[in-house]
């Protein structure tokens, strides 16, 4: 009786602490068992960060997620650091990535590439813009690839970043498509958007290229003029500025920014994204999100993303081997 009895006191003080360990983990043991660790390898403040926080914000005021989201800042190598923190972690660390996931590895900048990690999501675009200064003798974008095509040095384009860039390799597939020897286009690389205007404004520069956000508020100061963007239709709040297509050049670049996980990461926290991801941007909270800071839609869920990435992968060799850069 008395190892009976001791017997059925250990059972019963197991089942207590495994009744409290599942009650302190969270969703009675389910994904995700803690908190959620968002990485961006960018400095706080930037349009990297404000997604992520965006996102944070949005889940969280939905109640889609009873667990907290902490957004932690890598900043250093156009994303590397942060990606280097990402590349052994599990399923409760999600890093936010673009198109330098890609260029990065390409131009062998890193060792790693979309393969090393677990695509999740992409989640938004904002497309690219030309700019020129006020007053400029360049009113198009068919103005701009005649002239570039007669000489390919005739105007200098300044850029914003580096080279490898959106806005480099935006600029390298509109003057690729019309027929400009791109290995000999003159790029003059800044640090920020605003220091590229500052150049475009001193005529240090003829044309930029950035993105659509960044090009409205600077057209709005009346310090520049734009004369085409890069979507597929025209882009809401620049209804007046044409699309490449529409100036005779079959050319769409999309800035997208999306979500990876660690390589470590399970079928089943996978799954528990795609399913989350796909209610959030249905909400009114998403919605307001991207109206808000001049987004558009680009979802795309997990096994899409993978597919979209091999296909990115594809199309920036092309434009890096295009523009002499690799």
């Known amino acids: 009786m008395k190892k009976s009895a001791c017997l059925i006191v250990v059972l019963l003080f197991t089942m207590i602490l495994s009744a409290c360990s599942s009650s302190s983990a969270g969703n009675g043991g389910e994904y995700p068992t803690g908190p959620i660790e968002f990485v961006v390898g960018f400095s706080p403040g930037g349009a ?37 923190y990402l590349s052994d972690k599990g399923g409760h660390t999600i890093g936010l990535d673009s198109s330098l996931l890609i260029s990065n590895y390409l131009l062998e900048k890193s060792d790693l590439n979309y393969e090393s990690f677990i695509p999740l999501a992409t989640l938004t675009t904002e497309w690219q813009a030309v700019v020129v200064p006020k007053g400029s003798k360049v009113k198009t974008g068919e103005e701009i690839m005649n002239k570039l095509k007669e000489d390919p040095t005739s105007l200098k384009i300044g850029i914003a970043s580096g080279l490898g860039s959106d806005d480099h390799l935006s600029f390298v597939e509109a003057a690729m498509i019309s027929g400009v020897e791109t290995d000999k286009l003159q790029f003059l690389v800044y640090e920020s958007g605003g220091d590229l205007i500052t150049a475009l404004s001193g005529g240090h520069v003829d044309i930029g290229s950035t993105s659509v956000s960044e090009a409205s508020e600077q057209a709005k100061a009346d310090m520049v003029d734009i004369v085409v963007v890069s979507a597929e239709e025209r882009v809401e709040g620049v209804e007046d500025v044409p699309t490449w297509k529409e100036e005779g050049v079959d050319a769409i670049f999309a800035k997208w920014r999306g979500i990876t996980a660690g ?64």
Not at 272 to 278: E, I, Q, R
Not at 302 to 316: A, G, H, I, P, R
């Open 263 to 326: 390589p470590n990461m399970s079928d089943q926290e996978v799954e528990f994204w795609d399913n989350l991801l796909a209610e959030l941007v249905e909400t009114d909270s998403w919605k307001k999100v991207l109206e808000n800071n001049g987004w558009d839609s680009f979802y795309k869920d997990s096994s899409e993303t993978l597919e979209f990435y091999k296909e990115e992968t594809e199309q920036y060799e092309e434009l890096l081997q295009s523009s002499g850069l690799k």
């Open 48 to 84: 990297a960060d404000g997604t992520m926080r965006a996102l944070q914000k949005a889940l969280q005021d939905e109640g889609l997620i009873d667990v907290p989201i902490t957004v932690i800042n890598k900043p250093g190598g156009a994303g590397e650091i942060g990606r280097q």
